[in-house]
């Protein structure tokens, strides 16, 4: 079932939308999530999801989807519905397994893989082992530590917007000034990491 | 905060060949270097998380008020079709659960399902395994097979070199060389995942000689008992064989 109005926009309309900055952009994340959440209940009845599951499933769906618009991964070989829908089935998939053999923290170095793909194998192989040994939580911990201000740069700049787009939404005057401000935030959790 | 910047400059801009050298070898030599380029990667993965996970908080609520607003109004007809639904599934299931299936067919299933493509990272750049995942997804067998077994020349402990070459030579039906691939992942230990197990038995049950679905079978009750990567295959197969 789909919401009122979500349907005003056809794919390419959206997809620009989603790959424009400012405040639209956050109306058009909620408006892809409304457009196809009726995936939610095909997850509870397709793969006997329960609901939480399987909204949890559908909403990393858009996750993925959102940060590969943003980083012009999406090529719109086929609609988004079918994107999405392809991604949300591996996801439900994928919930199946760890349900069954109880392995809930897999795949943390895929994620920042695109990265680490970037270095030669020798190099890789030494910066993943310290990867490895990373103590996620107290990074986790840590960053929600740190003043509001500079949390909410670091997600910024986590969830790939540019230092330009950082100065709009939390008002600095220029993209040098974020770039300054959003490493000395990072040596700041760096050292609240390192610190006992 | 000067290594921070030096950092974000190779990962943000396209570095030149030398100064991708210069960096990749301060990784290797300066260990306190590398804990830096670690850091970093780590740092912006947690703060995606971070942000994924205000997001999704938003998109909670989204749903949570959209959830009231959709309610339906129940129809008797709905009862019928429920009903009729209800034995049809009931059958069906019962179709399903007892009709034999060939080993071969549930090896051929898990095939299409799980090892039709192989994971490839977004990156532009090109390395061995990028190299041999890409040959793999293309269906270039043969050569993928070539590239993970060069991979582990150079490295005879690359795990997902093993388990990749055991898979390409599955694909391309050398069931012997396939098996010599998997029984090596799962004599490795300490290992947070590992599908030496169900893809020894998948080989075995594709492969069909004389004893080999006996074989498949204790494997796949090993795979169960050990609570194994793939153990809901094994327990569905174990059911059905």
Known sequence: ?196 | MDNLDYIENYFTNTPGTEQAREFEERITTDPGFAEEVAFYLAAHEVSREASGIEKKERFKETYQRNRTVRSVPVKRLIYYISAAAVVLGILFTAYIYFSPVSPQQLASQYEKENLQTLPVTMSGRTDSMQTGLRLYNDEKYTEALAQFESILRSDSSVFAAMQYAGISALRLREYDRALFYFKKMGTRQGLYSNPAGILQAVTLMERNLPGDAARAKQILQNVVNQDQEGKEYAEKWLRKM
């Open chain 1, 1 to 196: 079932m789909e919401s009122a109005g979500s349907n005003r926009y056809t794919d390419q309309e959206l997809i620009d939308q989603l790959r424009q900055s400012g405040t639209d952009k956050r109306r058009s994340e909620e408006q892809l999530f409304n457009r196809y959440i009726y995936f939610v209940r095909e997850g509870m009845t397709k793969h006997a999801l329960s609901e939480d599951e399987s909204f949890n499933a559908y909403s990393d769906t858009i996750l993925a989807a959102l940060e590969n618009i943003h980083k012009d991964h999406f090529e719109a070989r086929a609609s988004i519905k079918t994107y999405l829908y392809q991604i949300f089935h591996n996801k439900c998939v994928d919930l199946l397994r760890k349900r069954t053999t109880n392995k809930n923290t897999v795949h943390r170095a895929e994620m920042i893989s695109d990265r680490l793909m970037q270095l030669s194998d020798s190099a890789r192989s030494v910066v993943q082992t310290l990867i490895d040994k990373a103590d996620w939580n107290r990074l986790r911990e840590k960053l929600n530590e740190l003043e509001e201000k500079c949390r909410q740069i670091l997600m910024f700049w986590g969830d790939n917007y540019s230092d330009r787009e950082i100065a709009v939404f939390l008002q600095y005057k220029t993209a040098d000034v974020v770039k300054t401000s959003r490493l000395r935030c990072l040596e700041r959790l760096r050292k609240l990491y390192k610190t006992e």
